[in-house]
């Protein structure tokens, strides 16, 4: 399982940069969300990865770690909270400049520079 | 136990809590209510240091958890000395702000003091997860600040801002849980303790989670090559938030000295070798820019860099007695700086349409006393006889004694004079017509001398300045007492 895990924290993070590298706010925005669901699978599992164990001493033999819980619990209200803001001011910038680029460039220039890729 | 220690984070919370409560937008009672909390801050960082100053620690367990399993508040001389600081910087930007800056925007109050709150936070808490949500706390508040008023560069500033801070955090975060798979713990002096006895297997993963956090630190603190965001978002803030602003590079700098004193001074060096160069970089970059700006805030902004490339580069060098005069320096670079970005706005106000561009535009109402404000300030920040700039610089090369680091230092000082000297004569003499601008009014100008006075009376007292640096400097030094105060006897 912690093969798994590993894994999975790697192609989110990946994604994640990948898509923060990005020149419109939109993917920014989702490359930003990919990459906190990343650090949050990670912070959980560094209490170590433990299947049908409850997180309460006394309840069973083996229990897990649950102050990485708290610690995930807690990021993940925050990076929500972050994302919303995000959110709204990306919205913002492109009511003030009438483009998504997040330089706030002419869209024309900004896609010339892109490439092909739009 | 004495609760004064827990005030600097509930006071700005309840003022915050109480401006939000006042919807609506009666101007008076929210200044009123802001500018009480701040100068309630101010006594009651007076009597923290006042309280530390004998050398104890105060540690304050949160629901009285026992450390390491509870989050503990640490109050010594370096935090003592830094709450303080946040005070007799915060009264005069919200002075200044109240003059009007704080109607361009709803609830500017609020996020103010919820940014005093998340910058206490910081600097009191003993436990590095609460670290990481204190600086959550002031991130989002700064977020609001710095699109305070609006405006396409403001929001594209602040984007960028944004975006850089959140990757920011998702590297705290991973540090952190690095630190708490190799240690077992979050806890600052706990973790300290562990991290002398580490299996073999996990040294490399704790290095590479001090790292990250060196990372996370440089990215708060403005360090090479990640100062980029700065110059843009702290020019184009509002003067007010700007000066406020200035505190929150040394919030980066705070945390660093913290786990560098008391983790990775009794093991190993980690990285410290590579703070030192980037120190010296982002020192040399910041000159470059200083000079290259094109606006005034973007030429105190890029001060600001420097202050900070100077001063990581000598908490890093690795000598003992660098630690005085740089934590002189450092409060010397807050106070005078925050000035400076007050002073930027007054003069952007003054020449009306051209703002604080330097370029020849019309002659500024009130400029003759903005302008002996400028000198004064000048002075000051490059650090030039007899203000308390010249004393921090002469300090740190007397303790420094690398020979690339007086170099950068001293040319640091030519760039701040030839950049500001060009900035001062194109906005106080190259005048073309009557101005269109406004002239300062009484409480702004006090603000701006509020700060500015501090750097005259800090050269005036500068030996008890720095014997006051020195002490906590010895404490820094000693972090087995700190260890010893949160964990009890019990830990060794």
């Known amino acids: 399982m912690e093969l798994l895990v ?13 898509l923060c ?37 006394g309840m069973s033999e083996n229990p897990t770690d649950p102050l ?48 092909g890729e739009a | 136990m004495s609760h004064w220690i827990i005030a600097p984070v509930l006071i700005p919370c309840l003022a915050g809590l109480l401006l939000l409560l006042e919807v609506r937008e009666r101007h008076r009672l929210r200044r009123f209510t802001g500018l009480l909390s701040c100068a309630a801050l101010l006594a009651v960082g007076v009597v923290l240091v006042n309280q530390a100053w004998d050398g104890a620690y105060t540690v304050y367990k949160l629901g009285n958890w026992e450390a390491p399993f509870g989050i503990v508040l640490v109050l010594d001389r370096f935090s003592a000395l830094m709450v303080l600081l946040t005070a007799v910087l915060a009264f005069p930007a919200l002075l200044y ?31 590095l997860f609460n670290l990481f949500v204190f600086f959550e706390v002031l991130l989002i508040a700064s977020y609001g600040l710095a699109l305070h008023g609006r405006g396409p560069a403001r929001v594209k500033a602040g984007l960028h801002y944004v975006v850089l801070n959140l990757v920011g955090s998702g590297l705290f975060l991973i540090a952190l849980g690095l630190i708490y798979g190799t240690t077992g713990t979050l806890n600052m002096a706990d973790v300290a303790v562990k991290a002398q006895s580490l299996p073999v297997g996990d040294t490399t993963l704790f290095s590479v989670a001090l790292l990250l956090l060196w990372v996370v630190f440089g990215l708060k603190a403005a360090l090479f090559p990640l100062y980029f965001w700065l110059p843009a978002t702290y020019a184009n803030a509002t003067p007010a938030v700007a000066a406020l602003f200035a505190i929150m590079t ?63 580069a000598a908490f890093s060098a690795g000598y003992g007695a660098a630690l005085a005069p740089a934590l002189y320096y450092l409060v010397h670079s807050t106070l005078i700086c925050g000035a400076l970005f007050l002073l930027a706005g007054l003069v952007a106000r003054g020449r009306g349409e051209v703002g604080d561009r330097l370029v020849a535009g019309p002659a500024i109402l009130g400029g003759g006393r903005l302008s002996l404000l400028f000198f004064v300030g000048a002075i000051a920040v490059i650090g030039l006889p007899p203000l308390s700039g010249f004393i921090g610089k002469v300090g740190l090369l007397r303790t420094v004694p690398e020979p690339i680091y007086w170099v950068l230092l001293l040319v640091a000082g030519l760039c701040g004079v030839i950049a500001l000297s060009r900035a001062g004569s194109t906005l106080f003499w190259r005048t073309t017509g009557e101005s269109a601008g406004l002239r300062p009014s009484r409480r702004r100008l006090f603000a701006v001398l509020w700060l500015l006075a501090l750097s005259p009376a800090m050269a005036l007292w500068g030996e008890a300045g720095l014997q006051w640096a020195e002490a906590v400097a010895d404490q820094l030094r000693q972090p087995h007492g700190y260890v010893q105060a949160v964990l009890g006897g019990g830990a060794q």
């Open chain 1, 6 to 18: 590993a894994i999975i924290i790697g192609v989110l993070v990946t994604s994640g940069v990948y």
């Open chain 1, 21 to 57: 590298l990005r020149a419109r706010t939109f993917p920014v925005v989702m490359g930003l969300t990919l990459l906190s669901y990343g650090v949050n699978v990670f912070l959980f599992s560094m209490g170590g990865l433990k299947m049908d164990e409850v997180a309460v001493v």
């Open chain 1, 68 to 115: 990485p819980q708290a610690l995930v619990l807690t990021a993940i209200v925050i990076g929500f909270a972050m994302t919303a803001f995000l959110v709204v001011l990306a919205l913002r910038s492109q009511g003030e400049h009438y483009t998504d680029h997040v330089d706030g460039r002419d869209d024309v220039a900004g896609r010339k520079d892109e490439g």
């Open chain 2, 97 to 127: 702000a109240s003059c009007g800056d704080d109607r361009k925007g709803a609830n500017f109050h609020g996020l103010f003091q919820f940014q005093l709150m998340g910058i206490n936070g910081a600097f009191l808490t003993g436990d």
């Open chain 2, 250 to 312: 040394k919030v980066g700098i705070y945390a660093m000295v913290r786990v560098m004193a008391l983790i990775v001074a009794p093991i190993p060096p980690i990285g410290q070798q590579a703070l030192w160069w980037l120190g010296l970089i982002t020192l040399g970059l910041a000159c470059l820019g200083a000079l290259g700006a094109k606006r005034l805030g973007t030429a105190v902004a890029y001060l600001v860099v420097m202050s900070v490339g100077t001063l990581i």
